[in-house]
């Protein structure tokens, strides 16, 4: 499985950017698809999740200001951000969650991550 996210920017606080994640490969066996994001010195941490029956789930510090979607006729996840603050800078991920049935393995696939920065 390939991810590919894009979407990232400058944008001021109180804005909206809207990031998309891409997967390509075998995409038949992802599960649960998530959005994660990372600042220098800081672990990674999920911002959002949806499952493969549109079931989601947020990290409460984007709560009501952020919505995951997923496309899976086109095999793709978005991350829509509003009201946007300085404190969601960060570099954002997406994540896949894969089951491999013929060898009964779940994986975590990575995308290589897009900048979001918010001005004040």
């Known amino acids: 499985v390939q991810l590919q996210a894009s979407g990232g920017g400058l944008v001021q606080a109180g804005g909206s950017l809207r990031l998309s994640c891409a997967a390509s490969g075998s995409v038949a066996g992802i599960t649960t698809m998530n959005w994660f994001r990372q600042v220098p010195g800081k672990e990674r941490e999920m911002v959002a999740s949806i499952g493969r029956g549109d079931s989601t789930n947020y990290a409460d510090s984007v709560k009501g200001r952020f919505t995951i979607s997923r496309d899976n006729a086109k095999n793709l996840v978005y991350l829509q951000m509003d009201r946007l603050r300085v404190e969601d800078t960060a570099v954002y991920y997406c994540?896949?969650?894969?089951?491999?049935?013929?060898?009964?393995?779940?994986?975590?696939?990575w995308g290589q991550g897009t900048q979001v920065t918010v001005s004040s």
């Open positions: 994540r896949a969650e894969h089951w491999e049935s013929a060898t009964y393995t779940w994986t975590n696939y």
